[in-house]
T-cell receptor
Framework: DVKVTQSSRYLVKRTGEKVFLECVQD?????MFWYRQDPGLGLRLIYF???????EKGDIPEGYSVSREKKERFSLILESASTNQTSMYLC???????????????FGSGTQLSVL | RKEVEQDPGPFNVPEGATVAFNCTYS??????FFWYRQDCRKEPKLLMS???SGNEDGRFTAQLNRASQYISLLIRDSKLSDSATYLC???????????FGAGTRLTVKP
C-alpha cells in the first residue's frame, strides 16, 4: 500500500513564525500535492509538483512556498504564519508520466495547524 | 462556475436505504473520475474510480455520463458505517491537476 506520511498531526504556531510542513511518500510517485481544507470550502490546492525541483501554483499559493529536493519529499513552507492560515493541511501523491496529473491521489493523514 | 459541483446535502437516510449522489463537471475533456470518502477529521480515501462503462464494488455503483457531464454514486442497503462525506474528484485538463467537489455529507441512521 502507498504510504504518505505527514510529519505532524497537530501543530500550534504563533503569528509571524516560519512554519515547515513535511510530507514523504514511499511509492516513487512523480506527483505530489499540498491542499488545505476548511469547513464549507472543501479542498483547495496550494501547490503541486510533478518532478523534483518542479513546482506549480495551485488556486491559493499566496503566503506559501514549497520545496521538492528529493522525489519522495515535498515540503510546504509558511514564510510568516498568519491566523487565516489556520487550517487542515493535506499532502497527497499520485503516479504520473510526462507531467500529466490524472491518476488517483493518496493522502497523508493531515496536519491541523493552528496559528495564534 | 466551479469545475466540479456536488449537492452538499446533508443526506439523512435510514439503514437499508438506497441513496444516490451526483456530481457535475464542466470540462468535457476530463478523463479521470473518482469518488473519495472522508470521515470526520480524517483524510480522504479512495472509494472507487469511475469507468466509462460504469462499475460496481459490492453495494457501491459508480456511473459516468459523458453527454451530460456528470458522475454518480449509488449506495445500496446503507449501513451506519457509510456515514461520511463523499467527495467527487475529476482531473482538470486546463490546470493539469485534480479538482474536488465540496463533498456531500451522508448520515445513515438506525
Amino acid at each position: 500500500d502507498v504510504k504518505v506520511t505527514q510529519s505532524s498531526r497537530y501543530l500550534v504556531k504563533r503569528t509571524g513564525e516560519k512554519v515547515f510542513l513535511e510530507c514523504v511518500q514511499d511509492m516513487d510517485h512523480e506527483n505530489m500535492f499540498w491542499y488545505r481544507q476548511d469547513p464549507g470550502l472543501g479542498l483547495r490546492l496550494i501547490y503541486f509538483s510533478y518532478d523534483v525541483k518542479m513546482k506549480e501554483k495551485g488556486d491559493i499559493p499566496e503566503g506559501y512556498s514549497v520545496s521538492r529536493e528529493k522525489k519522495e519529499r515535498f515540503s510546504l513552507i509558511l514564510e510568516s504564519a498568519s491566523t487565516n492560515q489556520t487550517s487542515m493541511y493535506l499532502c497527497a501523491s499520485s503516479q504520473g508520466t510526462g507531467g500529466s496529473v490524472n491518476e488517483k491521489l493518496f493522502f497523508g493523514s493531515g496536519t491541523q495547524l493552528s496559528v495564534l | 462556475r466551479k469545475e466540479v459541483e456536488q449537492d452538499p446535502g446533508p443526506f439523512n437516510v435510514p439503514e437499508g436505504a438506497t441513496v444516490a449522489f451526483n456530481c457535475t463537471y464542466s470540462n468535457s475533456a476530463s478523463q479521470s473520475f473518482f469518488w473519495y470518502r472522508q470521515d470526520c477529521r480524517k483524510e480522504p480515501k479512495l472509494l472507487m474510480s469511475v469507468y466509462s462503462s460504469g462499475n460496481e464494488d459490492g453495494r457501491f455503483t459508480a456511473q459516468l455520463n459523458r453527454a451530460s457531464q456528470y458522475i454518480s454514486l449509488l449506495i445500496r442497503d446503507s449501513k451506519l458505517s457509510d456515514s461520511a462525506t463523499y467527495l467527487c474528484v475529476v482531473n482538470s485538463p486546463i490546470y493539469n491537476d485534480m479538482r474536488f467537489g465540496a463533498g456531500t455529507r451522508l448520515t445513515v441512521k438506525p
